[in-house]
Structures are given as structure tokens and as C-alpha cells.
């Protein structure tokens, strides 16, 4: 998933959806950007949504291996998406192939166990932006 040059202006973004078909569970994602730049920091950013609730988001700038990530307490039917997002305006090719954000894998696990954190997620740039009620 990636963002073209002529949309690379701030507030558009690129998603793809997953919606969860067991009845209970958990979901393992795997995401993977090979852009890294200290100087590219809040133009381009990765963000997991729970049923439109902004549950994780990651810099693109910071971490160029893989991220997995594990979204706990889903029920049937919920909408995971996984969007990049424009944060700053940066029209030219180079941040178009920057935007580009790979889904590695993704697999959903049935268990009707509960846990107390929602998301976690291996890399340390990960910023977590959602608590359970």
C-alpha cells in the first residue's frame, strides 16, 4: 500500500480493511517499511484503526524493520484498517515510494480469552493511542 505523488498532500491517505470473522479473538499483523530518515520525521505516518477508533500509530521516518502487531478483544464483524497517512504536504516521487508500507502477513486467532491490553506491537517507535473502557 502507498500513497502516488499526486496525492501526497496533507490529510489523504491510502487504507485497506480487514474485518474480523471469528465470533472472538485476536489478530497478529505483520507491517514493514523500508523507509528510514532522521529528517523525514511527521510527513508520513502508519495508523491502525479499531472499529474507527485510532488504536496505534508509528512515524514511517523511524523503524525500517518489521512491526508485528497483535490487536486483542475483537469480536465478530469488527474493522481493523490500517491506513498511511499524509502529515505534511511532499509532492515529489521520492516520499511516494517512502509512503509504501508493506502488510507481511496478517492471520486472526479465535480464543475467548479477554486481555487487558488492546494492542501491542515489537517496535518501540509504536505509539499505542487507544485504552479499553
Not at 499526486?6 to 474480523?20: H, M, P, S, T, W
Not at 523525514?40 to 477508533?53: A, E, H, Q, S
Not at 515510494?97 to 506491537?121: G, L, R
Request: glycine share 2%; proline share 2%; aromatic share 12%.
Amino acid at each position: 500500500m502507498f500513497i502516488p505523488v499526486d496525492y501526497l498532500i496533507r490529510g489523504n491517505y491510502a487504507e485497506k480493511n480487514f474485518v474480523f470473522n471469528a465470533e472472538y479473538g485476536f489478530l497478529e499483523l505483520s507491517l514493514s517499511s523500508k523507509y528510514t530518515n532522521s529528517k523525514g520525521d511527521n510527513y508520513l505516518k502508519y495508523v491502525i484503526l479499531k472499529n474507527d477508533k485510532k488504536i496505534l500509530q508509528e512515524d514511517i521516518s523511524h523503524w525500517k524493520f518489521e512491526n508485528s502487531i497483535f490487536i486483542y478483544n475483537l469480536e465478530k464483524d469488527d474493522v481493523i484498517k490500517i491506513r498511511v497517512e499524509v502529515m505534511k504536504t511532499c509532492q515529489s516521487k521520492s516520499w511516494s515510494n517512502a509512503s509504501k508500507v508493506v502488510i507481511n502477513d496478517i492471520k486472526e486467532n479465535q480464543t475467548n480469552h479477554s486481555v487487558d491490553q488492546e494492542v501491542i506491537a515489537s517496535s518501540p517507535y509504536s505509539k499505542i493511542t487507544f485504552t479499553r473502557n
